[in-house]
């Protein structure tokens, strides 16, 4: 539990609520990690996750707050990947519009829809792993500008399932996106 507490602290968020650890070590935010994750490193990722060569170590929800037009908390999850390397893990970061405070006690349904996803690498510096710091993480999807850039003002407007697609389905995404990247949300839908 311990882990999941220090990985939480890495988000920069003091609320953060851990659903489930493998206790793999501790986390926390730091300077010295290797600088964001590639488009071809993600395409990797993927591969090695169909053929089970990367091991999921923990899945944390907490409240995302963009201190900007947000009024409420939105529910964030967050998901780490122990690959062949012991030194790093892969932080897969999934963004919702379902307010921290719904989010019920099922933990298995509060991120079923889903309105972006981001990666980035956390690096084991001594006894902990280190998250890359600042806005290093590369976007998986979406692709189009409004959904990514203009998400708070569909979401003011009550337009918030205009942004999501859901996770688990294959074929789903948001309808602004190009149909020609339906492969690129296959592909999340498979990783966790």
């Given at each position: 539990?311990?882990?999941?507490?220090?990985?939480?602290?890495?988000?920069?968020?003091?609320?953060?609520?851990?659903?489930?650890?493998?206790?793999?070590?501790?986390f926390?935010?730091?300077?010295?990690?290797?600088?964001?994750l590639?488009?071809?490193?993600?395409?990797?990722?993927?591969?090695?996750?169909?053929?089970?060569?990367?091991?999921?170590t923990?899945?944390?929800?907490?409240?995302?707050?963009?201190?900007?037009?947000?009024?409420?908390?939105?529910?964030?999850?967050?998901?780490?990947?122990?690959?062949?390397?012991d030194a790093?893990?892969?932080?897969?970061?999934?963004?919702?519009?379902?307010?921290?405070?719904?989010?019920?006690?099922?933990?298995?349904?509060?991120?079923?829809?889903?309105?972006?996803?981001?990666?980035?690498?956390?690096?084991?510096?001594?006894?902990?792993?280190k998250?890359?710091?600042?806005?290093?993480?590369?976007?998986i999807?979406p692709?189009?500008?409004?959904?990514?850039?203009?998400?708070?003002?569909?979401?003011?407007e009550?337009?918030g399932?205009?942004?999501?697609?859901q996770?688990?389905?294959?074929k789903?995404m948001?309808?602004?996106?190009?149909q020609?990247l339906?492969?690129?949300?296959?592909?999340?839908?498979?990783?966790?």
């Amino acid at each position: 539990m311990e882990a999941a507490l220090e990985l939480i602290r890495a988000t920069g968020d003091e609320h953060a609520w851990a659903t489930r650890t493998a206790g793999d070590g501790g986390f926390e935010e730091g300077a010295a990690a290797t600088r964001e994750l590639k488009f071809t490193e993600w395409k990797k990722f993927c591969g090695d996750a169909r053929r089970k060569r990367v091991v999921p170590t923990c899945v944390i929800d907490f409240p995302f707050s963009d201190n900007k037009s947000l009024e409420v908390e939105l529910l964030e999850r967050m998901y780490c990947f122990k690959g062949v390397d012991d030194a790093r893990r892969v932080v897969l970061h999934v963004h919702t519009v379902l307010p921290w405070s719904d989010r019920g006690k099922d933990a298995k349904t509060r991120a079923v829809k889903v309105t972006s996803v981001n990666v980035r690498h956390a690096d084991k510096k001594g006894s902990v792993f280190k998250q890359e710091k600042g806005d290093v993480s590369t976007w998986i999807v979406p692709f189009d500008d409004k959904l990514r850039y203009e998400w708070r003002t569909l979401l003011e407007e009550g337009k918030g399932a205009q942004l999501e697609w859901q996770w688990g389905a294959p074929k789903s995404m948001p309808a602004g996106e190009i149909q020609h990247l339906l492969s690129t949300y296959d592909e999340v839908l498979s990783t966790p």
